[in-house]
């Protein structure tokens, strides 16, 4: 035992000295009591009142406000590190959904308006218009056009199935007025794409104010094209495509390109708390969970139409506060710890990007950051899935905790399908070690049935979470968080 000890301090050297980890398990009058604590808090997110947790509406901003107070209450100070924005890290974002397209032609004195099945004019603007611009016909070029062989125009763009976004942008960049895609497809694909652009724009979509793709243009089907500049023509320009000397050929012809969206500017925050060390502004760990939802979901005239996520997230925030709570009944500890609860995670994983892109912190001081997403599935018992696992140097300290506390380890590739689709995929492309322990992500047998029922649902709510493997999950956290931030108490002595 002695010898493995020994092993794990060699391994983990850059987390400091080694130091006793408490037994991750507690009495039943202890777990009873922490149950009751997370049924309270969970119930209280997922309540009606909270209307689903959106950003950006009177639900989100009931949100901030709870856990403003709730982190306060557990224990913790500000941790924004900004004197202007304490305990509320402003999170810029933007709200919108496509609504009008119109694509018109004119050659000569025919104007031609493509239908609905034919074209979709796109933009991210509230409205965007272009008027009668000369079309240049640039087959699959982009990188060698000439930039005065578009400059001002519509540049009419050859695609494959993927639309090259790529090329789009370098001839934006070269002054086209807007661009109009044309997916080179034959048969019953050659309107897929203007369908499946349509589809993907009506509905809602939120993005990080200062990352949204301002393009304006269109995708228009080669029938379209073909019927309005006429087909012998249109085939004229395919082939000439295809040459290698091939050259962007001005068309005899002016489009207009107009499109609307609903667009709506907003600002959301995340929700900073510290329990500080000893030694501050070293190194620190990281706890973080998104309190954000869907809102109002359900279809409308539905009796039940919201989206209260009592498991998808309140129960991981929940579980993020009472760990935050036991850990500051505990300390003091010599290194930081960070509780971060993200907003507007279900958009992609957007507060967790804007976290990283100014954390109140550097990254690199970051030596561990531990995840909270959906975790009341599991009954108590359950393997513990590891989301992560193999991609940070936390693995020996991980399955060391593990294996002291007599949990087993669930199916490896099962957790392995949601590294990316969490919080700490952000954390973990700028290198940060975050993982995700969770008895809710052990097992597909487990946690199939809730992405197959209740996920993203109105029948989310707080009567249907299991707390068993929440609680045990919550314990380890516990034991790893305690030997990673190093109670001073304890160990007498310096971490570094």
Known sequence: MRAAALLLCALTAFLGACA??????APPAEREAIAARLTQDIETLASDEFAGRQPGTPGGEKTVEYLTQRFAEVGLTSGTNDPGN????????????ADTSKVEILMGARRTRLSDDEAIAVTTRQRELIAEADLVFVGYEAESVPAEAVMGKVAVMLADASLNPERRILLEAKQAAAVIVVPDVDGALDGFFVAKVRTESGPERVALTGEID??????????????????????????????????????????????????RDFTSYNILGRLPGTRPNTEAVLLLAHWDHLGFCGPE???????????????????????????????????????????????????????????????????????????????????????????????????????AAERDLGDRAFADRFV?????????????????????????????????????????????????????????????????????????????
């Open 20 to 25: 006793k980890a408490p037994l991750a398990s």
């Open 86 to 97: 304490p305990w509320r890290a402003p999170v810029r974002l933007t709200r919108f959904r």
């Open 214 to 263: 301002e393009a304006f243009g269109a995708v228009a089907t080669k029938a379209a094209m073909a019927r309005v500049l006429g087909e012998e023509r249109w085939e004229a320009l395919m082939m000439a495509a295809r040459q290698s000397d091939f050259t962007p050929v001005d068309i005899d012809a002016s489009v207009s390109i107009e499109a609307t969206s609903e667009r």
């Open 301 to 403: 005239g539905a009796v039940d139409r919201i989206c209260n996520g009592a498991v998808d997230n309140a129960s991981g925030v929940s579980a993020m506060l009472e760990l935050a709570q036991r850990l500051a009944d505990g300390g003091p500890y010599e290194r930081d710890i960070y509780v971060l609860a993200t907003t507007a995670e279900e958009a992609g994983l957007l507060g967790a990007k804007a976290f990283a892109a100014n954390p109140p912190v550097p990254l690199k001081s970051l030596i561990a950051a531990f995840n909270f997403d959906s975790v009341a599935i599991a009954p108590a018992g359950a393997p513990v899935g590891f989301v992560g696992e193999g991609r940070t140097p936390l693995d020996p300290l991980v399955l060391e905790t593990l294996l």
């Open 420 to 496: 990316q689709r969490i919080d700490s995929w952000v954390l973990l492309q700028e290198g940060v070690p975050a993982v995700m322990l969770s008895s809710a992500f052990g097992s597909e047998i487990t946690t199939g049935p809730f992405f197959e029922g209740p996920y993203h649902s109105p029948s989310d709510e707080a009567e249907g979470v299991e707390l068993g493997g929440a609680i045990d999950d919550l314990l380890l956290h516990e034991a790893l968080v305690r030997r990673l931030a190093i109670p001073a108490r304890e160990t007498g002595e310096n971490a570094r």
